[in-house]
């Protein structure tokens, strides 16, 4: 039911913009036909363009135009226990395989095997035997089972941040296209003011007073424009930082399996006490800073500047 919606929503949206695409096209000849007002031929156009553009925009942040790309948490856990799955099947096959091979030069072994078997037979009592097997075993079982442990959490926190990455650039493209389409508007108004204007007897004044509202108006949706393309830039940021969190929980993880695989109990606890003071919230002492503070800092005094320079020219006029 929800794609079949998704689905009749993403046709009404490309529909919109058809219509209003096909309206601006034909709007001499709706003129002419119809007796409809250039002016409101345009504005309706303009939304219907508009309306189709906010509905694509909505559902691909929804995740619902390309849903590839988005794994849910049941996913997650079906592709995870599926992987397991195909990795215990290839270890039994390999064994088999392995199995087999001994199988076909048994004749050439057997007597190797009995006399490896009765010597140690003759060495061990079969309590031994078996508590040798189980031993074995168990401890491997047991490694084992504390890898899946540790990697299985840490996977879980990997996934978390890698969907978090993709909502961060699925955001990051609408703030992009947002900032180009007003930026796009903002010139497109400002060069359909100048078709048909009368500069033949126009004084300065009047020439200003005519423009000064629509040069405003421009003027205002360049910085609605820089507005969007600004947390363009910082979705960037934010993806950048993600990615590198992703690379230490990666880096953590092949730490933590090494020292379990060698058995260096020392090196296992000091990755889980760096695990245990991981703090992602945490408070600045006086005089401590960041990398993200001082970016915020040296935007902020680049801003400053370029505002305190435009006043000076308007000073200066």
Do not use: W
Not at 188 to 199: A, P
Not at 201 to 210: G, K, L, M, V
């Amino acid at each position: 039911m929800g794609n079949r919606k998704n689905r009749v929503l993403l046709i009404s949206s490309i529909t919109y913009v058809l219509i209003g695409l096909l309206v601006l096209l034909i709007k001499e000849d709706l003129y002419h036909l119809f007796s409809f007002e250039p002016s409101i031929l345009l504005v309706s156009a303009i939304t219907l363009m508009l309306g189709g553009i906010s509905i694509f925009l909505m559902l691909y942040v929804r995740g619902a135009i390309f849903p590839s790309s988005i794994i849910t948490d049941e996913k997650y856990e079906y592709v995870s226990d599926k992987s397991s799955i195909d990795e215990k099947f290839e270890l039994l096959k390999t064994e088999l395989y392995s199995k087999v091979a001994d199988f076909k030069n048994i004749d050439e072994v057997k007597k190797e095997i009995r006399t490896s078997i009765n010597q140690q037979v003759s060495k061990l009592s079969e309590e031994k035997i078996v508590q040798q097997i189980s031993s074995k075993f168990s401890n491997e079982l047991y490694t084992k089972s504390k890898l899946d442990l540790i990697e299985n959490e840490l996977a879980s926190i990997k996934f978390r941040i890698e969907r978090e990455t993709a909502r961060l650039a699925r955001y990051g493209y609408i703030n992009l296209m947002i900032g180009f389409i007003t930026t796009f508007l903002a010139i497109f108004f400002l060069g359909y003011s100048l078709l048909g204007v009368q500069t033949q007897n126009t004084t300065p004044a009047e020439y200003i007073y005519h423009f000064m509202p629509r040069l405003s108006l421009s003027v205002l949706i360049e910085l609605f424009s820089f507005f969007f393309l600004r947390l363009y830039k910082n979705n960037l940021e934010d993806i950048k930082y993600f990615n590198n969190e992703r690379t230490n929980i990666e880096m953590k993880i092949v730490a933590i399996k090494t020292s379990l695989l060698y058995d260096d109990r020392e090196m296992v606890k000091s990755l889980m006490l760096e695990l245990a003071m991981t703090e992602r919230n945490f408070v600045l002492k006086k005089g401590e800073s960041t990398v993200e503070i001082e970016k915020n800092r040296a935007d902020t005094s680049s801003n400053d500047k370029l505002l305190g320079g435009i006043i000076k020219i308007l000073d200066r006029k």
